[in-house]
Structure formats: structure tokens, C-alpha cells
């Protein structure tokens, strides 16, 4: 083994030190490099029952197929169970199939989670994933929250349950997980699609990030992970220092709170109000109703709903209802 390879080992058993590894834990396997690497090093750390889960995509049907019998394979190298599901072939738009498939992602791995009583569910996101999300984010407006990347560590809830979803290679780099998978003489597939510019992530990937690189002669990549890295301390902060409101929001107590803790608790309380399509334009409207003299009593907001201002509080409705 190289020494750049030990030294990725070392990283990734340190990070991992802390977890029990006679308990079932998932780790999702796609086949690609990050996968079959996170699979290996985890093989390789002692986690003795872990469970390999691959989801079939219905969308790519020349593939799917082949990558489902490799990663079947995968896990019969190593003795470890496996278990997959089939989406059925998918025909919607294209602006909501990723964010469908990685709901149907997550049911997935939920389900088998509470039915083995796994601890959580590994996933292979390493750093340049991490740059490519900032970037996006950043691109398409997100406030803080969505500057923050993607997290080491989650817990996502769903009706089948709560998952705990780690991503120890988020610390590695692709070229890193590169040299490691051969060193080890590590297989892998490549999705066809990683590679279309038609998905916005592959032209960040593919065309962006590395005409900024070019031009600005410096390492785009670092520094974007290093910014989502400072963000990510700064917003567990805010979250911390910002109030929680469930029913309804106080607006004396709000009004006298700085902007950022404002903004913060009203999106935090339409979150938990299951208001869809939660944007910026949506908290604002919210927060203007703070303003007595010249706001508005009333703002609609997605899905036919209405935040009100009556009696000093800010309540949701229908926008049919006469309350």
C-alpha cells in the first residue's frame, strides 16, 4: 500500500473511532469509485454487519441492470447481506426528478434501517461533491443554510422512520479516492449520465469550476470546501441562538430581534409548518407583517396558505378561510 493510501486509512479510521462496529450499519452503494471505495475502506475498518443497499434507477435502463449485478457482486466478495430495490421507469420532468429520486433514495434506505435495525445508513459524498453543492447553492441564491453544503453527519425523518446518514469521505478528494481504489485494484462503474452536460452539476463539474480554475490560478475547489466548512460552524450557531416558535409567531418578541434571528425563526417555523416551496421571498413576505405602521395584515404563501396578523401574533391559515 502506498503511503498516500495509509495515510487516507489512518484519516478515515479516526474519523470513525467513536461508532460500534459489531452493529448492522447500511452503506448505500451505487458502483461508482466513491461507493465501492467507502465500501472497502469500512470492510477494511472491522464494521463486521454491514449491509449493502443499491437502488435500480428505472431512468437509466442500458445500465441499471449492470450496475446492480456489480454491486450484488461487491457485497458477495465480503459476505455481506444485499439488498436492493427497482424504481419503476420515471417520466417526469426533468426539474423534479432529482429531487423525487432522492426522496425515493431515502425511503429506501429508511425502510431497510428499521427493518434490520441498523444504527444508520453510510453514503460515498466526498469533498469535490461538496464544492460542486456550495457552488450550485451559491448560484441559484440559497441563504446561509443552503451555503453550508452537505453535512458530515444528518438524521432525516420520513413516515417510515429517522434515519442517521454519515459521509466519512467528505474530508477526501475524488483524485484521492482515485489513487486508493488503485492501489487496492478496486472495480468500479461509471454512470453515463455523470458525464451529460444536459444535468447542471455536470457542467459545474465539467465546464465551471474548471474555466474558474484556469483563469484565476488557484484552487477553486479548496477554497469553496473551506468556505461551506466556516458556514456550517456559523449556522449551528444561529440555530442555536435563534428562538423556536411552533404555533404561532410572537411579533413583539420577533420585532426586537436582529434581522438574521428574524429571518431564521420565521424560516424555521414555516419549515415546521410544512410550507412547500420555502424561498427567500416567502420569509420576507412573513417578516413584513412585523411592520405595524405600513406592512401588510396579511401575505400569501405557497400551497394556499396565508400568514395573518391579529391579537400581536402571526398565524397560518387557508386562503379560503374566513378565520
Known sequence: MSPA?????????????????????????????DSTVLLHLLHQAGFSRLIVCHLHHGIRKKTAQRDLLF????????????????????????S???????????????????????????????ADDQAETFLWNLLRGAGRGGLTGIANATQITSAEGTLQVLRPLLGFWRKELAAYAADHGL???????????RH???RLRHDLIPLLEKKLGRNIRENLVRTASILQA???????????????????????????????AIHNWLQQQSISELTFDAVEGVRSLLDLKNGPARVNLPGDRQARRRAGKIVLTTQRSKA
Open 96 to 126: 423534479s426528478m432529482e429531487a423525487d429520486l432522492r426522496e425515493a433514495r431515502f425511503r429506501f434506505f429508511t425502510q431497510i434501517a428499521v427493518d434490520e435495525h441498523a444504527e444508520g445508513i453510510f453514503l460515498g459524498h466526498h
Open 234 to 264: 456559523e449556522d449551528a450557531w444561529l440555530d442555536e441562538a435563534v428562538p423556536n416558535f411552533t404555533d404561532h409567531l410572537p411579533v413583539k418578541e420577533l420585532q426586537v430581534l436582529p434581522l438574521a434571528l428574524q429571518r431564521r
Open 71 to 94: 454491486c450484488q457482486k461487491l457485497a458477495a466478495i465480503s459476505n455481506m447481506r444485499f439488498i436492493y430495490d427497482i424504481l419503476p421507469d420515471y417520466k417526469k420532468s426533468s
Open 187 to 197: 472495480e468500479h462503474v461509471e454512470d453515463e449520465t455523470n458525464r451529460s452536460r
Open 200 to 202: 447542471t452539476r455536470n
Open 5 to 33: 493510501s495509509r495515510s487516507l486509512q489512518r484519516r478515515f479510521l479516526l474519523m470513525l473511532k467513536h461508532l460500534d462496529k459489531k452493529r448492522p450499519w447500511l452503506v448505500g452503494v451505487s458502483g461508482g469509485l
